[in-house]
Structures are given as C-alpha cells and as structure tokens.
C-alpha cells in the first residue's frame, strides 16, 4: 500500500505507461505528444477558478488538431491529481491504479476532442 508521494507518483507513472502501450497504434503518436503532469492536489488558481478541490485530472489547451498550441493561452498537458485519486480509491492500490486509467483516458479524449461517447466507440472506455 502507498503511503508516499513518491509511491503514489511510481504507481501512476506506471499506469499511465501501460495505457499509453495498450493504445491503439493511430493514437500512440498523440499520447506521445501531450505531456502528463503529477500534481497532489489542484492548485489556488484552478481553485479560484472554479475547479473543485476533488478534481481527479484536467486536460488544459486546445484539443489537437483545433487552432495552434502556441497561440492558446494554456499548454496542452493533462495533469492527474494523484492524492485526489488516492483518496477517490478510498486507498485501495488496484482501484488507484484502475482510476488512474481511466482518468488519464478522460483527458486524454478531451485532448482528441472527444466526448464520453467518442471514447466509448473508440473502445477506450
């Protein structure tokens, strides 16, 4: 059982490994090219922003192929907040590790522009 941030990070860093290496051959390229960020918690601002403290993850930036990465005032990057999802897993390591994929499969779809049902038929969730 993790009881560290630097298991918590080992883990999800794992994870998302794995989920990126079971991803269809046309999608590895994309998961390639957006960042994953490890953060515990989200911060002030995107609290202050309206985002709720139990945030799970966040795709920031344009969806790919929309407008220009570098003219968008946020990066694209999806960022996992892993003692949200720790907690979320009630400290269960299988059920933080499950979380963890479909999390990141979340925002990852968001980066592709998809929605619940885009992820659904393309067999992601």
Same mark, same amino acid.
């Given at each position: ?52 403290? +139990? ?12 407008? +220009? ?26 059920? =933080? ?6 999390? =990141? ?5 968001? =980066? ?14």
């Amino acid at each position: 059982m993790p009881d560290s941030w630097n298991e918590l990070l080992r883990i999800a860093t794992a994870e998302v490994a794995a989920t990126c290496a079971a991803l269809p051959a046309d999608l590895k390229p994309h998961a390639a090219a957006v960042p994953v960020r490890y953060q515990t918690f989200p911060d002030d601002a995107l609290i202050d922003e309206g985002w709720d403290p +139990d945030l799970l993850g966040l795709y920031t930036g344009d969806p790919v192929g929309v407008g +220009d990465s570098d003219a968008s005032t946020a990066p694209r990057e999806i960022r996992l907040f892993l003692q949200n999802l720790w907690d979320y897993a009630d400290g269960e390591e299988e059920i =933080y590790r499950e979380e963890i994929r479909i999390t =990141y499969l979340h925002e990852f779809g968001h =980066y592709l522009g998809l929605d619940e049902d885009g992820l659904e038929d393309r067999g992601l969730l």
